[in-house]
């Protein structure tokens, strides 16, 4: 950025274009200036955001021209700068030790009950660290509470609040002006850039109209979401009743599935217990019984003729030729009857081999 002493600004103020070299006496005579900004909140922040700007502009000249006019500059802001006292400067709202703003988590501003001056936690713990008890860094009263039990000076915290403002995302300064061309809050900085724009300063009476047309359009879009947040709420209320009929229809069926789940239980439960007994009926058949007893009988039968025998057998080396010639030692041999047909046991196996319908024999409750 080449400049020349020719290149002209336009006074944030009274909207003159002044030349390079003339706008820094310009800003510290101009009467609209003054009149418009000393004494509001916006004073400190344009001459801050000003003479930052103003060095902003000028940083890519030569080194010669650049000292020349910081020189100038600081003529003309370090000597008012130079007569300002600590009571003119220092706010309330900050802490006194390390002068960082209040804020309700990292800088809490507590309040020592015995003297009732107001210092940051963060401070206070150093202090309480370097120092047996706490002292208060302004009139060192000593305090006799504990940190944790100080209390928040909520006053000074609320205040802290109200005066923080947003600043510009772009040069980190207050915002201090307003371009009507391009309808955007300024810096000291974002004023150079809108050169021959209409501007003006945030407390100027001319952006009265335009806030109050903004409030406007402000009121006209709550009551558009006002009607459309009752439309929506009415649509709630029936989707409401909606639901509560859908839950007492949920219920209603869960009831009697419960129910009917019960009965299909009772249902199957009979009807195994009834096919059950169909299966243990057909097992203790009596013709399976007089089978199962005839075969018994018979074995054991021939089981004690095969005894005696093989007894005899045993000790027949041991007897005489004429004891083991004697028929009367024989022993009789009981005749036994054929063994019984298996007919009757093969027809019940027959019937438990075929394929069976579980189910179906469950709901007739029989298995045949």
Not at 134 to 148: D, H, M, W
Request: aromatic letters at 6%; glycine letters at 2%; charged letters at 25%.
């Amino acid at each position: 950025m080449d400049l020349d002493d020719n290149y002209m600004f336009q006074c944030p103020a009274c909207r003159q274009h002044i030349s390079d070299s003339q706008i820094h006496d310009h800003i510290q005579n101009c009467e609209f200036y003054y009149r418009h900004s000393s004494n509001s909140d916006l004073y400190s922040s344009i001459n801050s955001s000003f003479d930052s700007s103003y060095h902003y502009a000028r940083a890519s000249l030569t080194s010669s021209e650049s000292e020349d006019m910081v020189e100038t500059a600081s003529v003309d802001f370090s000597t008012r700068h130079k007569h300002m006292t600590p009571s003119k400067t220092h706010s309330i709202a900050v802490c006194p030790v390390c002068y960082n703003n209040y804020h309700n988590t990292e800088h809490p501003p507590l309040m020592l009950p015995s003297c009732g001056h107001t210092v940051c936690k963060p401070c206070l713990k150093d202090i309480k660290e370097k120092s047996i008890k706490i002292t208060c860094p302004i009139c060192r009263a000593p305090s006799k509470l504990e940190i944790k039990s100080l209390p928040i000076n909520y006053a000074l915290l609320e205040l802290t609040e109200k005066k923080s403002q947003i600043k510009c995302h772009v040069h980190n300064h207050d915002y201090v002006a307003y371009c009507k061309d391009d309808k955007k809050i300024l810096c000291g900085v974002c004023i150079f850039d809108h050169k021959g724009h209409i501007c003006c300063l945030l407390n100027d009476s001319e952006l009265q109209s335009i806030t109050d047309e903004k409030k406007s359009k402000i009121d006209i879009q709550i009551q558009e979401l006002n009607t459309t947040k009752k439309i929506w709420i009415e649509a709630l209320l029936e989707m409401d009743k909606i639901i509560h009929l859908i839950n007492e229809r949920i219920e209603i069926h869960k009831n009697c599935i419960v129910e009917t789940e019960k009965k299909m239980i009772k249902a199957i439960q009979d009807g195994s217990k009834k096919c059950i007994q169909d299966l243990a009926e057909l097992a203790a058949h009596d013709t399976l019984k007089n089978l199962q007893n005839t075969f018994g009988e018979n074995i054991s039968s021939l089981s004690q003729q095969i005894g005696v025998l093989e007894k005899k057998i045993e000790l027949f080396d041991e007897l005489t030729m004429a004891e083991k010639l004697n028929d009367e030692m024989n022993i009789e041999i009981k005749p036994l009857n054929d063994v019984p047909v298996l007919t009757a046991a093969k027809n019940i196996l027959e019937k438990l081999s075929i394929s069976l319908d579980y189910k179906q024999a469950i709901q007739n409750q029989k298995m045949f």
